[in-house]
């Protein structure tokens, strides 16, 4: 059996008054598990077959489930599983990173119906706005006007305190002033009603992990999503924790070293914004290192050095972690091709056994698979699973 397979979810309540907490659990085992019949659902979630069949009911009277073919070769009625309906909800993400931003519209089954981004060299907030606000505009004139009103809300994925490290990347002052006193999330309000919520760009980029990707195979992990700069999150017992002050997991700040053994932070030594560096001293255009889908192969000479460097200080900020908390694994992506966090995950995971490790358990290192468009399709997600959803922290695992 998968560890997967193995974890349950919380008991579901019989007592009247809870049925939102009700739906919201029959909900969760199908986003989560697949397809299953009423019968399975009751069986796991400890519901009567009566409250299951009503909620069920109810759920696809409501848009959100859909029958699935009736299951037949065993003796009495055909099985019928149920499972979510793609357009039974609708949500807006809004990525917003130092050299690009990306709107999607995600159904309810996670799929990106629409995505548009836009490039840049340093984020402006009032381009922005309006590149949020024209998106939605078209993205939402695409749908039907009975699934307009199934959107949701919207989910903002952006860096912790955006405005520094500006002069790293080659950003003004300007450029930092312009964000000095901007609510955005206030401004977004002027021109939408739909509920908006704001999130950390890697935390974001670890739901989607946690929802879409590797994640669901390990119950306990750190995890590094390598952009413009490193950062990361936390997962435990099956739920990104996020902490009291929604900085958990901020890997980017991991003390290190530098070249010349002064303090830095790992995002000083990880991040893409110094393979961009390279490649623009050398005379090439880093403008694809932004691009989704753009291959990396003409950049290999700068490219080789930067994995190595960053590979050298995943490899000491994992095991760091593991002696924090006893992980299981450590995934890592990033806004990169697929090879080249192939190439960095592999010589992450040798450099780690090169190192000592008296009083650990050695995690397994392992490649996230949802990639660049984490960050986005963490924020679309967002408000979906607030809605519609219990926490990832309900499940269990089984002993």
């Not at 049925?19 to 989560?32: A, K, P, V």
């Not at 290190?256 to 560096?277: C, H, N, V, Y």
């Not at 889908?293 to 900020?317: K, N, R, S, T, V």
């Amino acid at each position: 059996m998968t560890q997967e397979n193995s974890r349950s979810f919380s008991s579901g309540v019989n007592q009247s008054g809870v049925r939102d907490y009700n739906e919201r659990l029959l909900l969760s085992m199908i986003q989560r598990l697949g397809p299953m019949p009423g019968s399975d659902m009751a069986r796991q979630s400890n519901l009567s077959a009566q409250t299951v069949s009503v909620i069920l009911r109810s759920l696809e009277a409501d848009g959100l489930l859909i029958k699935g073919a009736p299951q037949r070769g065993r003796v009495g009625k055909p099985r019928i599983p149920m499972a979510l309906n793609p357009a039974g909800s609708f949500s807006f993400g809004l990525k917003i990173g130092r050299r690009s931003a990306d709107l999607a519209l995600m159904d309810l089954m996670g799929a990106v119906r629409a995505q548009t981004q836009v490039q840049y060299h340093f984020p402006d907030p009032d381009a922005l706005l309006a590149f949020l606000q024209d998106g939605i505009a078209a993205m939402s004139a695409d749908l039907a006007p009975e699934q307009r009103a199934l959107i949701c809300g919207i989910g903002i994925a952006a860096p912790f305190e955006l405005w520094k490290r500006h002069e790293i990347i080659g950003a003004d002052d300007r450029s930092y002033d312009s964000w000095h006193g901007r609510d955005i999330v206030k401004e977004m309000a002027a021109f939408t009603e739909l509920p908006i919520s704001l999130v950390n760009d890697a935390t974001s980029a670890c739901y989607a992990e946690n929802t879409f990707g590797q994640g669901r195979k390990f119950r306990d992990y750190a995890y590094f999503f390598i952009g413009a700069f490193a950062g990361g999150g936390v997962v435990m017992n099956g739920a990104v924790f996020e902490g009291h002050r929604e900085n958990a997991g901020a890997l980017g700040s991991l003390i290190t070293r530098d070249a010349k053994g002064r303090p830095a932070q790992l995002m000083d030594r990880a991040s893409i914004f110094w393979l961009e560096a390279a490649i623009r001293e050398a005379g090439g255009d880093p403008s694809l290192l932004w691009t989704q889908g753009a291959d990396w192969a003409d950049f290999e000479h700068q490219l080789g050095p930067w994995i190595e460097m960053a590979a050298q200080e995943l490899a000491m900020a994992a095991l760091s972690c593991c002696a924090v908390i006893d992980f299981e694994a450590v995934l890592i992506d990033g806004a990169f091709p697929a090879a080249v966090r192939a190439r960095l995950v592999r010589r992450v995971a040798a450099l780690a056994q090169d190192i000592e490790t008296i009083g650990l358990y050695r995690p397994e290192f392992a490649e996230g698979e949802v990639g660049a468009n984490a960050r986005v399709l963490g924020a679309a997600y967002r408000p979906i699973a607030s809605q519609y959803f219990l926490g990832s922290g309900m499940l269990n695992s089984s002993v």
